[in-house]
């Protein structure tokens, strides 16, 4: 271990600078980086991942760890494949994720190519989530030991050999745990608080943010319920999830909750709570964590967005990319855009991209 | 010698200088035993005053001036505002003279200050022209003038491209117009003589961590006569130029340090000169899309500075420290935020191309084996920058 060189992702917070206190205290060869994201012209200063602030306490930490740190440029980077992804998200009507394609295509691919030109051989984030060698071969991905903070999620969408070179040191704690660590280690790090907002909004709605820089993706249109009957207008289809209820300006007797979007149309479909009862869901895109499913049809527990509950379900592949999920109960909310991820116990199985929600009862009667 | 880093190449005496130890040793009594103040009337005070003044008489006598001629400042920084904001508002004051000439190619000390006088004081700034090696046209500067102009400031050795400007032909047109001619010597000092500076230029601003001095102190030759008005008021020290109580260990080590550097210093100038060529004839032999910028030959003879196709400049200052070199760049920024470096673009380098830049500057501990250790790694670090960018694209 003494010479294994690793690169710590920085962000000035508790949980990566106690990574990067666990790695060098277990002997690696450490230094830190951070990537300076994009951040929307003049809004520099509030972008969460990569404020002034926040590289100014990464750097004091990394002189007190006494590591080298960097700032790597991803800026560009970062538009082209996440920002834009963003925007053709919401042209496209689906809610994403781009912290999902961030780790795979920023984190996990432009800076580990830039870490491993430093000399890395392996690179680490303080991500709560375990890594485990299962055979001589795979590396298994679990949750993290705190069940509360477990981000094992948004690491779903990396790919067996990115895995293999990923260290996640705070996974092996709870949040109070690493807390105390970061006193007992002494690092200046303040008590920051998590956030779950994107970090380009700079701490603003995403509505205004696309107003501002996507203003094509606002196309407004007709409101109509599930019944086929218009009862009002919508700003664009981008302004409105699955399951909200409120913001519609409908005056009807009944609360009516979007259930669903039909962008060839510019449609906002409403309906009642119990239309919001979906019975499973198409998943394509499917990652999966040691490279094959275990079976052509097996049952887990889902998560269909980060901070969802874990629900049971079956399984089904359907071809290499996608997977039909049913749930043994009802589900609400089933995002397009979103991700489902498949856990067994403590272990991701993999995972998708929400194409399709399936009503509960069209399921029942196929 | 340095202590962080044992293992560790220096190649950054251009950012800064460790201070030499002859330096610290004539510091040192006069943070403790002789600590006291010059401006007082007892013996603490002589003595500190004595100091002050030795080493005012040093710099005075190395630059062939007289001693009420060097204001000591806080740094190189203070004095180019100090000679520009001083002479500008002075001369508007009492000749109305509002235009200010710089070259394109100037420390932001120098630009930036001068845009902030354009921006909100009411003068007009205006650009001299630079040839692709980022040398001033002196033909251009005597084309332009008049008797409008408050001050005329060029950079005497560059900072990022090494160029040596003609400041004596600079400074006798300027002098045929009696209009003040700023000389920024901050990087010359340490590789040029500068014994008669005041034949050709009425300020010249000085910096002494760039020649084995303490950072956080400098100095600003004021040839006799020249109108200026004092941007730091107060007590009155420094001849009225420059209130405040003067950092006595600070000056009198700079003074120590200037007196090294023009006399043992430029007897070691060919061995610079050495290894400056030896690093530039290797980057043009070995990597290809390299160029030099800046004069090949009118250069500082510690200055090697490129710019490098498909390479970005801040990546390969990151891979050289991993490999153990620590050198820089024009647009070199800690933030992961670069710039194109504005020299760079005013000499007709496309921005992409300025964000490829690098320079290396060697000094008086460099040694040979350092600099073929490093010209064995470049092309190296370049070349897998080249090929990590090709692969990030095709992905």
Sequence with gaps: MKDVKVAIAMSGGVDSSVAAALLKEQGYQVFGVMLRLWSEPGKEDSNRCCTPDSMAQARRVAAQLKIPFYAINAQEIFRQVVVEYFFEGYRSGITPNPCLLCNRYIRWDYMWKHVQAMGAEKMATGHYARLRVANSKTVKLLKGLDENKDQSYVLSVLRQDQLQHTLLPVGEFTKPQVRQLARDFGLPVAERQDSQDLCFLAGQDYRDFLRRNAPDVIRPGKIVTTGGQVVGEHEGLGFYTIGQRKGLGLQLPHPYYVVDKKVEENLLIVGKETDLRFGGLIAEGVNWIEENPPAVCFSAEVKIRYKARFVPAIIEIMDDHRVHVKFEQPVRDVTPGQRAVFYQGDEVIGGGMIREAIPFIIQEKA | ?395
Aim: aromatic share 8%; glycine share 10%.
């Design chain 2, 1 to 395: 010698m340095m202590n962080a880093s044992l293992d560790k190449i220096y190649f950054d005496y251009a950012a800064t200088t460790p201070v030499d130890d002859r330096v610290v040793e004539a510091m040192l009594p006069y943070f403790t035993r002789q600590f006291g103040n010059p401006s007082s009337v007892h013996i603490f005070g002589q003595e500190a005053e004595a100091a002050l003044e030795g080493a005012r008489e040093t710099i005075a006598r190395l630059l062939g001036v007289s001693s009420s001629e060097i204001v000591f400042t806080g740094c190189g920084t203070e004095s180019d505002n100090l000679a520009l904001r001083g002479v500008a508002f002075e001369r508007k004051l009492r000749y109305g003279a509002d235009r200010i000439l710089i070259s394109p190619v100037e420390h932001h000390a120098v630009s930036h200050t001068a845009r902030q006088l354009a921006d909100h004081f009411g003068f007009r700034l205006e650009f001299l022209r630079v040839d692709s090696f980022g040398m001033v046209d002196p033909d251009y500067l005597q084309k332009i003038i008049d008797r409008d102009v408050a001050i005329v400031s060029v950079i005497h050795g560059n900072n990022e491209i090494g160029t040596i400007n003609p400041v004596a032909e600079l400074g006798q047109i300027c002098r045929n117009y009696q209009v003040p001619f700023h000389v920024d010597a901050v990087q010359s000092a340490a590789h040029l003589p500068l014994k008669g500076l005041e034949d050709w230029c009425d300020l010249a601003a000085f910096g002494a961590h760039k020649f084995y001095g303490p950072k956080g102190v400098g100095a600003l030759f004021i040839r006799k006569g020249t109108p200026i008005l004092p941007m730091l008021t107060g007590g009155g020290q420094e001849n009225g130029i420059r209130s405040g109580t003067q950092n006595v260990p600070y000056i009198v080590g700079m003074a120590k340090a200037f007196e090294l550097a023009q006399t043992e210093g430029l007897k070691i100038h060919a061995s610079l000169i050495q290894f400056r060529d030896r690093i530039i004839s290797s980057v043009q032999d070995n990597i290809k899309g390299s160029h030099l910028t800046g004069h090949p030959t009118l250069r500082l003879a510690n200055h090697a500075s490129f710019v490098f196709e498909g390479v970005d400049g801040n990546q390969l200052l990151i891979l050289l420290d991993a490999a153990g070199f620590a050198c820089s760049s024009g647009s070199a920024c800690k933030t992961g935020d670069p710039k194109p470096s504005e020299v760079l673009l005013a000499m007709g380098i496309s921005p992409p191309l300025a964000l490829g830049s690098l320079r290396v500057t060697v000094g008086k501990y460099t040694t040979q084996e350092d600099v073929e250790k490093f010209v064995s790694v470049l092309p190296l670090l370049v070349h897998k920058i080249r090929k990590m960018s090709l692969e990030l694209k095709g992905r």
